[in-house]
C-alpha cells in the first residue's frame, strides 16, 4: 500500500516539475506572464472586496440597532440570508448576466463562472476571473442588503428569500449589464460625454435603495407607526450603540468600496480614500447641522444616516472631484438626507432605517452630482489620460450640460427598470405567498414565530 | 386608599395608560415582568434541542388610587387591557397604609 502511494507521488512530482520547467509557449498558446504590478493589482482589489464584504456586518448592526429588540433575530437573518442566497445567485446567473458578452440588453456567457481563465490574465492590466468574480459578487451582496432595512420588522423570512434571489440574479445585474458591463447606458453618448458612476452611487446604492421603496410600498406601514390622524409615530430602535458601530463599520468598508473601484493598485487608491473619507465627515456634520437647527436636539440615530448619505454620495463622483467638492457633494448629501426621510414618513411610506432615502435619493444625488463638479479624468469621463490635458465636463467646471444630461438619463433608466421590475415582484409576491407577517405575528415579534430563537434569551439555569 | 396592581399583555400598555388618563388617573408606574398563570409557556429549538420557555414577557402596572376611584379603575383597566385571548392577565387591590410626596411633604390622598 504504501509503496504503491510513494510511487504515485513521485510519479505527480514528476510530471509537476516538468511542467514548472517547461517554457510556456509549448503547449500552443501564449500564457502571460504576471507582473509585480499585476500581483499588486489583483491583491488590493481582493483585498477591497474583503472590505466591502465587511460592510454586511454594518448594514446588520444598523438596521437592528434602529429596529425593536423582538425582532433582531430576523433582521440578522435577513441580512445573512441575502448575503448567502445573493452571492450564490450572483455566481449562478448573475454575474454572467452581468458581464458575459457585449450585448446591449443583457449578458449571455459566463453562467457559474465557465468559459473564462480560471488562473490567470491575458493581459496588463487584467484581473484575473476570480478576483473580478469576488469583488463584483460583494457589490451585489451590498445591492440586495439595502432592501432588507426599509422592510425590516414585518416581512415574511420566505418572501425576503424570493427577493433576495430576484436582485442578485437578474435585477442588479441588468443594471450591471447597462452600465460597467457596456451595455445600454453605456452606449449613450452626448457630445464627448459617456456615463460616469465610480463606484456604484447609481448602480449599486440607487438600485438598492428604489428595491427598498417598492418594498416599503407593498408592505404597507408596520403597525402602530400611524396614529389615528394620520401623524408619524416614532419607533425608536433599540440599540443605539449597534447603530452607530454599523455606521462605522460601513465607513471602513467604504474605503474598499471606492478606492477598490480603482480596479489598479496606483496613487488614484489613496485619493479616492480621501475624498470618501472628506464626503463621509461632511455628510454627518450637514445632517447635525440640519437636524439640531430643526429639532434643537443632534439626533445621533439621524447623524449615522448623515454619514452614510456622505458616503453613498460620493460613490459616483469619488474619481472625478477634488477634495473640495468632495466636502460639498457630501454635506449636500446629509442635507437631502434628513428632508428625504421627513419626506417619506408624511407620505406615509414607513422605512424604519432610512435605506430609501440614505441609498436610493441620495445615490440619484451621487450621479447627478458628477454632471456638476466632474473635474479630473477617471476611468468614464475622460477615458485614461493624462492630468495635463484633460478638459473637465462637469457643469460648474466649463464643461457644458453634456455630461449632466448623461447622467440624469442614467437615473431615469435605472429608476424606471428596478421600479418596475421590484414592483412586479413585490406585487405579485404580495397576491400569492404573502408578502407580511400576520398582525399577530408582528405585534408578538418575529423572532420567536418565523426563526424559532430569541435574541436576547433569558439565561437558563438547569440545576442537573 | 388602595394599590391597584395589573399584570397585562406588554403591547396592551399604551391600551391601558390612554384609558386610566381619560378618567382622570395622575401617574402610574410599570415594570416589566415575566409570567404565567393558565397561559403556560411553549417550546423553542436552539440549535437543534428542544428548550421549554414557561416565563411569558409581561407587564406590571401599580396606581394607588382614592377608595371611591378603585371600582373605576378597575373597570378601565379591565376594559382596556382585554383582547379575550387566554393571557390578558390580571388585577388586584390591596391597602395603603400610607402615601407621601417627596418634593411637599403632602401626605394621604392629597399625594396621589
Redesign the interface.
Known sequence: MRKRALRIISGLGGVLAILAITPSTVFGQEIYEPTTQDILNNVWVFLAGVLVFFMQAGFALVEAGLTRAKNVVNIFAKNVADAVVGVLAFFAVGFAFAYGGDGTWIGDSMFFLSGGDAFGIAEAGALTLSTDFFFQAVFAATAVTIASGAMAERTKFTSYLVFSFVMCALIYPVVVHWTWGGGLIAKIEIGDAVFSDFAGSGVVHMTGGMAALMGAFFLGPRIGKYDADGNARAIPGHNIPFAILGVFILWVGWFGFNPGSELLADFEVPRLAVNTMLAAAAGALATTIVIWSKTGKPDLAFIGNGALAGLVAITAPVGTVNYGMACVIGAVGGIIVVFSVLFFDRIKIDDPVGAISVHGVVGAWGVISVGLFAQYPDAFVEGKVGLENYTASGLFYGGGPDQLIVQLLMVLIIGVWVTITTGALFAAMKATIGLRVSREEEIEGLDYLEHGIEGYAHDVAHQS | MKLVTAVIKP?KLDDVKDALKAIGVAGITVTEV?GFGRQGG?T???RGAE?KID?VPKVSLEVVVDDAAVDGVVDAIKASAATGKIGDGKIWVSDVDRMVRIRTGEEGPDAI
Open positions: 403591547f415575566r411553549h423553542e429549538t436552539y428548550y416565563f
